[in-house]
């Protein structure tokens, strides 16, 4: 049976503090894939505006991420516990691309924004597998050892 183990909320903070700078950076990169075939104009001001944008995103995103990844690391844990697939940390990364996909579609963002859509369905999937403790089951405990009469 999956037990959580005592820093089961450790690999959650991992996916808090990642979340933000993440999905700022895949949607810069779905945005200028979207331009493609035509060539993709960067200024030097853009190249200097990207660190900060990320910074804003490291300090603010936290406070947008905290809810849905700790929410979804609780609901995970206790639906690993009861179930042993859901355990594996694919299955996390899973369920994550389809809590992303849930709220994009629900939102209706996939009209609007295919590079935010993409962005905020890639982010849910990589917090979701970060959000996975790394901590391995501790091992079974070996059988003593009977000892061996003297002759």
Excluded: N
Aim: with cysteine; net charge negative.
């Amino acid at each position: 049976m999956y037990e959580p183990p005592k820093t089961a909320f450790r690999g959650a903070s991992r996916a808090i503090l990642t979340a933000g700078p993440l999905c700022v950076a895949l949607s810069l990169a779905a945005m200028a894939y979207m331009e493609l075939p035509d060539v993709i104009d960067l200024e030097p001001a853009a190249l200097l505006g990207i660190p900060v944008v990320l910074l804003f995103a490291l300090i603010f995103g936290p406070f947008v991420a905290c809810l849905p990844i700790a929410a979804g690391t609780f609901l995970m844990h206790h639906l690993a516990d009861r179930f042993d697939i859901l355990s594996a940390r694919p299955a996390w990364a899973a369920a994550g691309l389809l809590a992303g996909t849930a709220f994009v579609w629900a939102t209706g963002l996939f009209a609007t924004s295919g590079a935010v859509s993409f962005a905020l369905i890639a982010t849910s999937g990589v917090c979701a597998w970060l959000s996975h403790s790394r901590t391995p089951p501790e091992p079974l405990a070996p059988e003593p050892l009977a000892p061996e009469p003297l002759a």
